[in-house]
């Protein structure tokens, strides 16, 4: 299938890269915009849907019903993501082409966090994290798309390397006002919409976009206009499609440990039920500290040299060799320095893959819709890891060592795959 809006006549020229430098203060509001989003799309799937739904049904019956609620999360962020994308290219007014997307989103992740906190029921939380599903994958979407809108080539590394220490910050917040608010509260997704919702309406009010109401105007779309939203060719555009697997294979990986872990210190480790989840947290911080530091490092010497590619592979292989040192270790020791160590590697690779990735945009015109497809390959790692893992475990004879050499191998091919890509150093 091709991509008929990158190649449509009706369309302008995509416009040429941003040359201006961007200061500190943009990336500052943009990387909180980016943590804002963040915030309240991560914290309902890592603890407060969880705490909720274990007050609603027998706790033989939560997992279950709380995987089905992530899972149909998940999927609708997959299929919403690049839709939004597409929106936000050919949207035409005086705000511009993402600001009008981001505002929206805010209100709706407003409105879902209201919902999942004061519609009773598992309808309730169905719906309210539907809303809060969409409405993040609008203001993901184009926040995405300004990496390449405003961000000059030389910067997009570093910049990109501050947009994913807003991932970084979304989990640590966002278990900290869980673990603040008491059991229950309302206010487990109250907070992190309404705070989520100020950073995002803060970007739209301090950087401005120029309008877009002159823009070429949109050409009628066909079925195959609307179902390539969610495709681009990799036989027409193969940097993009191997920058794509790259990131899909080396999120699955990372999916497969932080899924597994507190399965693997009470299997593997023989860790006291009771005491994974202060072990967990110790390691979280952990692998939180060595993402920050060489997210940053990595970014900006990306920048300096010029270079993508290698960054992207070392990066891979770096969290191959954390992923084989879990699967080793004997003891709490040895578990800390492998998460430190994949921290190393997680935070290299994503400051600069998403950057290798906005370098080889089919049209950056369409900057939205192939970044937001180009995102699914973090999304769905996070729903496959789950149907996959199970499988890998009862081959490995329910080993999860054996689960984290698979996972080490998955990351290994997805650094590979990154030598495919020709047109970016």
């Known amino acids: 299938m091709?991509?008929?809006?990158?190649?449509?006549?009706?369309?302008?020229?995509?416009?040429?890269?941003?040359?201006?430098?961007?200061?500190?203060?943009?990336?500052?509001?943009?990387?909180?915009?980016?943590?804002?989003?963040?915030?309240?799309?991560?914290?309902?799937?890592?603890?407060?849907?969880?705490?909720?739904?274990?007050?609603?049904?027998?706790?033989?019956?939560?997992?279950?019903?709380?995987?089905?609620?992530?899972?149909?999360?998940?999927?609708?962020?997959?299929?919403?993501l690049p839709l939004a994308g597409r929106a936000s290219d050919r949207t035409r007014s005086r705000?511009?082409?993402?600001?009008?997307?981001?505002?929206?989103?805010?209100?709706?992740?407003?409105?879902?966090?209201?919902?999942?906190?004061?519609?009773?029921?598992?309808?309730?939380?169905?719906?309210?994290?539907?809303?809060?599903?969409?409405?993040?994958?609008?203001?993901?979407?184009?926040?995405?798309?300004?990496?390449?809108?405003?961000?000059?080539?030389?910067?997009?590394?570093?910049?990109?390397?501050?947009?994913?220490?807003?991932?970084?910050?979304?989990?640590?917040?966002?278990?900290?006002?869980?673990?603040?608010?008491?059991?229950?509260?309302d206010g487990m997704f109250l907070v992190p919409a309404l705070v989520g919702a100020f950073f995002l309406v803060l970007f739209t009010v301090l950087v401005k976009e120029r309008s877009s109401r002159d823009d070429a105007p949109i050409p009628a779309q066909s079925l195959r206009d609307v179902l390539s939203t969610f495709w681009v060719d990799p036989r027409r555009h193969p940097d993009f499609g191997w920058a794509y697997l790259s990131r899909f294979l080396l999120q699955l990986a990372y999916a497969f440990l932080t899924t597994y872990q507190a399965y693997y210190l009470i299997s593997h480790l023989g860790i006291a039920a009771d005491a994974v989840a202060g072990h967990v947290l110790t390691g979280t911080l952990l692998l939180a500290g060595a993402t920050v530091v060489s997210s940053v490092v990595a970014g900006r010497l990306s920048?300096?040299?010029?270079?993508?590619?290698?960054?992207?592979?070392?990066?891979?292989?770096?969290?191959?060799?954390?992923?084989?040192?879990?699967?080793?270790?004997?003891?709490?020791?040895?578990?800390?320095?492998?998460?430190?160590?994949?921290?190393?590697?997680?935070?290299?690779?994503?400051?600069?893959?998403?950057?290798?990735?906005t370098d080889v945009l089919p049209n950056p015109d369409d900057a939205a819709n192939d970044l937001a497809i180009f995102n699914t390959a973090s999304t769905l790692p996070q729903a496959l890891a789950p149907a996959v893992a199970p499988v890998i475990l009862a081959i490995a004879a329910q080993s999860y060592p054996g689960l984290y050499i698979v996972a080490a191998a998955v990351a290994v091919v997805g650094g590979f795959v990154v030598f495919r890509v020709r047109s970016v150093r």
Do not use: N
């Open 2 to 80: 091709t991509r008929t809006p990158h190649d449509s006549p009706a369309l302008a020229p995509a416009p040429p890269a941003p040359a201006e430098r961007v200061g500190p203060g943009f990336v500052l509001v943009y990387a909180l915009a980016s943590f804002g989003a963040l915030l309240v799309l991560l914290t309902p799937s890592l603890e407060s849907l969880a705490l909720r739904i274990d007050t609603m049904v027998p706790a033989d019956e939560a997992p279950r019903i709380l995987g089905a609620v992530l899972t149909t999360g998940l999927l609708l962020q997959v299929v919403a």
């Open 95 to 185: 705000l511009g082409r993402r600001r009008p997307w981001i505002a929206a989103g805010a209100a709706g992740l407003i409105a879902g966090g209201c919902v999942m906190a004061f519609v009773p029921g598992l309808a309730g939380l169905i719906a309210g994290y539907a809303i809060v599903s969409i409405a993040g994958s609008a203001c993901v979407a184009s926040l995405l798309a300004v990496l390449s809108d405003r961000v000059p080539v030389a910067q997009r590394a570093s910049v990109s390397a501050f947009i994913g220490l807003g991932t970084v910050l979304a989990l640590v917040v966002g278990s900290v006002i869980v673990a603040a608010l008491p059991h229950d509260s």
């Open 303 to 357: 920048d300096v040299l010029g270079r993508r590619k290698v960054f992207v592979i070392t990066a891979a292989f770096i969290t191959a060799g954390a992923l084989l040192l879990i699967a080793g270790a004997g003891d709490l020791t040895l578990f800390f320095v492998g998460l430190v160590t994949g921290g190393i590697g997680y935070g290299g690779y994503t400051a600069v893959d998403l950057a290798l990735a």
